[in-house]
């Protein structure tokens, strides 16, 4: 079925039935505006269904047992449109069922480099008919409206009969997850058909949400390649096109059907009903028009010139080496440069958070692709800029000043219904201004920063100024929020929140400077720069001198330690286990945050701070979050722990291709996925950009025996390969006059097209024996 190297190949066989809502997630594709689940073309078995559109939802009352003032009324859930991948089969009457009749071999595959995934399977049905089905299915990279399926079947050993039917199908039951907080709320039958109508053998179909006020219009355009004495029908009804082939196939006969579809989604209340099927149907036939070949050979090329930055070569660990490919191939179809478009914490793989977007796409994707794909990074900026008039809406409502961003959304509005993590959880307004700072530095983009990031960090610094308060002895204080850690909330001082508060203020004063007119028109004034330089300056930073370490926030080391002796394997998650009254009020660490605070804001520790903050949170912080692994891998790096390190950046590679929480049916966890990235970049690679510069300190594992990743900076392509001796900085790319300035090391280097530089690797600290951890 493939040829090649295996590292850039995800395959799944029979032996992983068992487990399809996973493998459904693996091999999810998208192209940040449509996305299609990896599930079988006949539709069953199926762990959950799912085609997503990005932004299409519907909204649900949430409910409280006692309401509270600010507590939000509704909320917002992803939904599937219409699914035009679904290909059904029946031979001799029988049902094409994996788990019925005997399979002789099936086998699917995620191509990284072609972006498309394949399937080829021989069953033999109850009656003893034996046939081989074919399938390539891509979602289109360049063309973002476009998906398409190419199936074919052939029989084996004796004629059979067969029927084919190619649905476009409309409100497909979704199972519901009850047994987990995270899961998505269910809305079953979603949509209400407005109108559809079929030409020849294609057809259209458009749909409305009930609340949300939203239109979805799929078509779809076939090419058919059977024997002559072939019957072709169609059926239209309001939730279903379906295009049905019937007919008989000798040994060597075939029936191939090529689909062609097309998706758009707007509001009811902009485009009607017949303009978005004329939009989709005239889609799909240019796409029909242009052919499947010319899809691939499109989807290739672009990948190709994404994976050319992209691109991660490991030497010294197969596995890795596959995992880093399959994560950043996943981050890289999760966003769209040609829109304003957000990438939720699932992308379009899965319905798991309800599809809603969380800080973990500033605090950890949006890192990534600055680097790598930058235009994907400002799309989704942009995306938090057109919704700031929500977010200053919801500071009024709060009774803040500027803007507060949703813990949760989809649609801007803020849709957690629990606030100690939700409505407290400030961090997330400056985790949005840090992804803007670092955007803007990593490319030098002033329009970006005087069209929509200014505006965004002066709004997040507004917030900041007026929630926090000065002491008598001077210290600004940020009281009752909730960091980073779940296990902890309403917390004061909170470092992370703190520091990257402070980055944000200061951040603001300087776009304030350089961005006069938006100043001008925002009423900024010079004493409200003052007043934020003022306030990040004194911000509080909570210190235990008795035990040499910094506190996660104000208290935090003297509150009781958890039993973990006491805490069985079966105990974890905790918080599906213990009343998070107990997880509150105890030194238990769900996910990293003072580590997290060391990562983002380096310059606010010294080296031995860091290595003691590192050993105590070691031993309080369990993982029962996906977000965790890659902070701990960066600083057990940094500070000297490779072989820990090692081993946290396995497991966020394998987060999800080895479903290592039990999570992956739900979709993806992009977050992690990303982490894999910041591993190699800033764990091994000892990327820092805090100072607005490129800084390396890099070491490597005794593991992995050569490592090369590359970045864009300032629109250069920078080639990074370390091995255990060396460094080397390269521009591939750049022109004789192109110049990047670089630190190695606290060394100082002027990096050019025509002198590529070498370096010995720094020496590894010396951090002790490895910290201890929860079992």
Not at 99 to 111: M, V, Y
Not at 206 to 222: C, D, I, L, P
Not at 407 to 415: A, D, F, I, Q, V
Not at 425 to 441: M, T
Request: aromatic share 8%; with cysteine.
């Amino acid at each position: 079925m493939s040829h090649g190297d295996d590292s850039w190949r995800i395959r799944r066989t029979d032996a992983d039935l068992e487990r399809l809502g996973e493998t459904e997630s693996v091999f999810a594709l998208a192209n940040g505006w449509v996305g299609w689940r990896g599930t079988l073309d006949e539709g069953a078995p199926c762990g959950m269904p799912g085609t997503y559109l990005n932004g299409f939802h519907e909204q649900h009352d949430l409910t409280y047992p006692e309401s509270g003032y600010a507590f939000p009324e509704r909320s917002d859930t992803v939904i599937s449109a219409p699914n035009a991948s679904l290909v059904r089969l029946w031979v001799d009457d029988e049902r094409l069922d994996l788990e019925t009749g005997t399979i002789r071999r099936h086998h699917q595959e995620l191509d990284l480099r072609a972006g498309v995934l394949r399937r080829e399977t021989e069953w033999v049905s109850p009656g003893g008919r034996a046939v081989r089905v074919r399938s390539t299915r891509l979602v289109s990279l360049p063309r973002h409206r476009v998906a398409a399926v190419d199936w074919e079947v052939e029989p084996l050993e004796q004629p059979v009969r067969v029927r084919v039917c190619a649905d476009l199908l409309a409100n497909e039951r979704v199972p519901e997850r009850g047994d987990d907080p995270r899961a998505a709320s269910v809305i079953h039958d979603p949509l209400t058909a407005e109108t559809g109508s079929h030409d020849g053998l294609d057809g259209v179909l458009v749909h409305r949400t009930g609340r949300s006020g939203q239109r979805v219009a799929v078509a779809v355009a076939h090419r058919i390649e059977a024997p002559d004495d072939t019957a072709a029908d169609t059926e239209l009804t309001g939730d279903r096109f379906r295009l049905a082939l019937t007919g008989s196939l000798r040994p060597g006969e075939r029936i191939r059907v090529t689909r062609f579809a097309a998706y758009e989604c707007a509001d009811v209340d902009g485009t009607p009903p017949g303009e978005l099927a004329d939009v989709v149907v005239a889609e799909a036939d240019a796409a029909r028009t242009d052919g499947f070949d010319a899809l691939l050979d499109a989807q290739r090329a672009t990948l190709d010139a994404a994976w050319a930055t992209a691109d991660v070569e490991l030497t010294g660990d197969p596995q890795l080496q596959r995992a880093v490919r399959f994560s950043v191939f996943h981050l890289l179809q999760a966003g769209r440069a040609d829109g304003d478009r957000t990438i939720p914490a699932k992308g379009l793989t899965g319905n798991g958070y309800d599809g809603h977007v969380l800080w973990d796409t500033e605090g950890y994707v949006l890192p990534v692709l600055t680097y790598l794909a930058p235009e994907l990074a400002r799309s989704a900026l942009r995306w938090r800029h057109a919704h700031l008039p929500e977010a200053r809406d919801r500071a009024a409502e709060l009774r803040l000043t500027g803007a507060t961003y949703p813990w949760r959304t989809l649609s801007g509005r803020e849709c957690s219904g629990y606030w100690p993590a939700g409505s407290a959880g400030l961090h997330v307004n400056a985790d949005i201004a840090d992804a803007v700072l670092r955007y803007v530095a990593a490319t030098g983009d002033t329009g970006f920063l005087a069209e929509s990031g200014a505006e965004v960090l002066i709004e997040t610094a507004r917030l900041w100024h007026g929630y926090g308060h000065f002491d008598d002895d001077g210290l600004f204080h940020l009281t009752g929020v909730t960091g980073p850690d779940e296990y902890s909330a309403l917390a004061d001082d909170n470092v992370f929140t703190n520091l990257m508060a402070r980055r944000n203020l200061r951040g603001a004063a300087d776009a304030a400077q350089r961005c006069p007119e938006v100043a001008e028109r925002l009423g900024v004034d010079a004493a409200e720069v003052s007043g934020w330089r003022a306030a990040a300056d004194a911000v509080a930073v909570p210190y235990d001198g008795k035990r040499g370490v910094h506190e996660q926030s104000a208290g935090f080391t003297a509150q009781p330690e958890w039993d973990f002796d006491a805490t069985g394997a079966d105990d974890y998650p905790l918080l599906l286990h213990f009343p998070y009254l107990e997880l509150y009020r105890k030194q238990v660490v769900k996910q990293a945050d003072l580590v997290l605070a060391m990562l983002r804001c380096p310059g606010e520790f010294t080296a031995e701070e860091k290595t003691r903050n590192f050993a105590y949170y070691e031993a309080r912080t369990v993982r029962d979050s996906s977000l965790s692994a890659s902070a701990q891998a960066i600083l057990a790096a940094e500070v000297g722990h490779l072989d820990l390190a090692y081993d946290l950046f396995a497991e966020t590679a394998l987060q999800d291709l080895d479903d290592l929480g039990d999570k992956t049916a739900d979709g993806l966890h992009l977050a992690s996925l990303a982490g894999a990235w910041l591993v190699v970049a800033q764990g091994f690679g000892g990327l820092r950009d805090d100072r607005g510069v490129l800084s390396f300190d890099p070491r490597l594992p005794g593991k992995i025996d050569r490592l090369v990743f590359h970045l864009r900076w300032h629109g250069h392509r920078l080639r990074v390969t370390l091995t255990s001796r060396e460094a080397r900085y390269e521009l591939p790319d750049a022109g004789p006059d192109d110049a990047v300035e670089l630190w190695h090391h606290g060394e100082r280097l002027h990096l050019t097209a025509a002198a590529p530089l070498t370096r010995p690797m720094p020496p590894v600290p010396d951090a002790g024996p490895p910290p201890s951890a929860p079992r």
